[in-house]
């Protein structure tokens, strides 16, 4: 076999529609794929576009993870492609190696950025599986085999209608029934392959492709091995079975795995001794490992790890699987589908379940105490134990909240991400924390932890409009509210307090200022990241910058942006985290209504209250003040303008002092310590692990100036103003 300008070296593969040779181009002296197509299929018109359309396709994408076309063409009959060569094997050769948790998510992360652009382009694969996957020497992993790719906008299947498009292994329920697809089918089909990697076993088995489809349809997943629980909720997401339960994109799914490879360390499996010996070993581990540890190491020594029983509808008939396709096959089908419909629960298995559980319950807590800290990124303590239990710890039931977000803009989609269930206004929850995701076009995508009590079921989240770039990336803004001026006692009200009044209104920012938010600024001016002291970046207020650090930010922020950012002096900050309140927290004079209102290290009673640890959480994981604003009491105390020896309170001093006045309190601070008064000062020089910001952002003020004697014979500028406002007067009379 020749084909011109190539030297054929040997064959490398062999499909069904192609063999694929290692090969040299004589032109560059490169070493290369070159795909030629059967000769056998080249009359057939079918696979003749297959073979095309694949080069025209790979022509229109470029990625590092998807494979280049260096040239196409056609000799004596024989349609060849002639691509890059990825020497380091498939995927499927590595599933049978062994992959760690680290490679899956990095391999995952790599294959979804291919589909992002692909699907960017108006493109899906179709057939994603370890065999296209293949890898570069340096290990990164390359997507190859479009031949069934197509637009996601088309009808056209390049097949009689109803047929399955795609591998049986890998391919989604709706693929499977030959329905219209889009991206999200190769969403499914990639989490099918994240299963693999990290089982080392197929998703599905059976005696037939058909019967392979009809679970893919039908049946649920089972769960991953337990030492990597950490990604079961997030491959859950990815295996629905209606594509609008799964992640939207491929960027939601890459922006879950970087989460989740920032803030998861690969967890070392509990050895399974003996019951008890393991349980207690388990529990011991609690005070410095992820709550998670609880959900899913003690369901499996309790024999729980299997998904509890629950009644289905009756399984799908051969003619929704596939429709216009011969008798033989559908009955194939019915003969695969179990007759069974709808499973009846246990008996007696949900109490012996249920008494185990409250033997764990009592001793666990009897031996460590309650007040054991957990990440906020994930449910607490309280609620990971409901969730094993299926009941609520305190009254026996599940207290139903309803949740409402109001995003601005109104019309914005929500979503919540750590949860199955689809969010719709007032939709009623377990009390606990929940990851929203607030999206609208030409606005920033807001992400953010709540948590839910009765307190707090009305959650308002404004969106940032997304049209403020830099170096072609989006900035992320901070998200501000409005304080309109006034006048409030300053001051400890139990002593004596100093009436101040704020002249000017101002926007303060309704967070403390996030890693995400400093990152970027220190990204784009070469500056070194602060540490996060082990505990995670992202939606975590940022720690370990001193004043003179938060200045250099807020003197970015303004030339980027053009707007008038600040520090918010003493009284600013304390007219603001009072929220219209005259007591000595934002919440009333009582200490001990802190509970699940602020993140302290005693006297809180909150679930992050804790002995042994503690570390800052999510900005927004507890209620706002009145004024809409979060964590102004513990999490990370907060840097102000002033001088912390100032004499006039009111006084907003730009020049050097020693110490600058912290305030609000920080997670290390008892909770007389977080009192809205309370102040300390520190060396502007100086970093801490507890210490933040927020800022202030001035509103200029408009002054309209009247006419003034044109003497000098000059056209007179137009006042528009002026003229605004004698229209409105004119109108009015």
Known sequence: MQIPGYTIIKKINAGGMATVFLATQHSVGRTVALKIMKPSLDKDPEFHQRFQREA?????????????????????????????????????????????????????????????????KGYMHRDIKPENILFREDGSPVLTDFGIARTIKSKANMTQVGTVIGTPYYMSPEQAKGEPSDGRSDLYSLGVVLYEMLSGEKLFHADSSLAISVKHINEQPPALPGNFSVLQPLLDILLEKEPEQRFQTARELIEALENIALHNPQLKPVKEKSFPFSLFAMLGRIVSQDAKLINTKTKRLLGLNRKSPVSRPPIKTANTLITNTNTQFATQISSAAPQQTRIEPAKDTGLVARASIYTVLIVGFLFFGWQVFFNNEKPSAKEQWASITGQNSDTGNPALIPLTVNPIPKEARVR???????????????????HLEISHPGFGTKKKWVRLSAQNSSIDIALQKSNQTLNGNTLPLPELVLIKAGTFLMGNPNIQGTQVTIERDFYISRYEITFNEYDFFAIETNRSLPDDSGWGRGERPVINISWDDANAYINWLNKTTGKIYRLPSAAEWEYAARGNTTSSYWWGNNAEDAHDRTNCRFGCKSWWDSFFDNKTQVVGAFPPNDFGLHDTAGNVAEWTIDCADTPNPSANPQTACLKRAV??????????????????????????????????????????????????????????????????????N
């Open 663 to 732: 305030r609000g309190g920080a997670f290390t601070s008892k909770v007389e310590n977080i009192a809205t008064y309370s102040q300390i000062g520190f060396t502007a020089t100086k970093s801490r692990k507890n210490i933040g910001f927020r800022v202030l952002q001035e509103i200029p003020q408009i002054r309209i100036m009247e006419d003034q004697p044109n003497t000098e014979n000059q056209p007179r500028r137009r006042n528009i103003f002026r003229e605004l406002r004698d229209s409105i007067f004119n109108r009015d």
């Open 56 to 120: 025209n396709i790979i022509g229109q994408l470029s990625h590092p993870n998807i494979i280049p076309i260096y040239d196409i063409g056609r000799h004596e009959g024989l349609n060849y492609i002639s691509m890059e060569f990825l020497p380091n094997g498939s995927l499927d050769e590595k599933i049978k190696l062994g992959i760690t948790q680290e490679q899956a998510i990095k391999i995952t992360i790599g294959i979804a950025a291919a589909l992002e652009q692909a699907h960017s």
């Open 416 to 434: 919540i991400l750590n949860i199955r269930e689809k969010y719709a206004p007032g939709i009623e929850l377990p009390a606990g924390v929940y």
